[in-house]
């Protein structure tokens, strides 16, 4: 099968899921690519969702950290889904609430079927805090690939980020290759066809394309 290029400016609103067993509800049959982005409250997520699919509204940002709480999903074909989690570390939650949602975004790492990559959005000046730390780590022991994605590069100067990117390279190499690490600024658009290539590969996971090449030949 060739692999086709995915635009992901088509990317469209599909539906919001109040938490992870809703989102079986809404979605049923975990089936074809869904690839999440996951992050704290402050990382730039909206943002780097509304840049990579080059729409100003996509995701909707906000001023006050944490204020979304829903799932929402984005669809960018039949077979192919972007997944926006609620940003987690917000201060202004209750603990109760922070401990359902880490046991959730867990269980939707852990078991997911249709799961084919994750990012975790970092600040660039805050990278690799205890939580990021755990979502990555989550997520590569249920053999899901992940891009660690250092946010607001452009806040920093180009030594500095440099520098950071490598540091935190060498904090991640543990994970071997299941964990890449690029920078990405929302505001400039730097790294954003790195960033589209590594998605576009997520998009074509072999699984599914054996599968789409078993339909074909039932036809």
Not at 14 to 19: E, T, W
Request: charged residues 25%; glycine residues 6%; aromatic residues 6%.
């Amino acid at each position: 099968m060739t692999e086709s290029h995915i635009d992901f400016r088509r990317a469209k609103f599909l539906i919001s899921a109040p938490d992870i067993a809703h989102l079986d509800q809404y979605l049923p049959g975990d089936v074809g690519v869904e690839i999440a982005f996951a992050g704290r409250s402050n990382a730039g997520k909206s943002s780097a969702l509304n840049a990579l699919t080059e729409q100003k509204n996509l995701a909707r940002t906000s001023k006050t950290p944490g204020r979304t709480q829903l799932i929402n999903v984005f669809e960018l074909d039949a077979q192919r889904r972007l997944v926006d989690l609620p940003g987690y570390g917000f201060a202004q939650v209750p603990l109760a609430m922070k401990m359902k949602w880490q046991q959730s975004l867990a269980e939707y790492l852990q078991k997911r079927a249709c799961l084919s990559g994750v990012v975790v959005l970092m600040d660039i000046r805050h990278p690799l805090k205890d939580l990021d730390m755990q979502m990555i780590e989550w997520a590569v022991a249920s053999e899901i690939p992940v891009l660690a994605l250092l946010t607001k590069s452009d806040k920093l100067a180009q030594s500095a980020k440099m520098k950071t990117v490598n540091e935190v390279r060498k904090a991640l190499a543990e994970f071997g290759d299941w964990v890449q690490v690029e920078s990405f600024s929302a505001l400039k658009g730097t790294g954003k066809p790195k960033v589209l290539s590594i998605l576009n590969e997520w998009c074509h996971p072999q699984w599914l394309a054996n599968e789409l090449d078993n339909q074909d030949n039932a036809e």
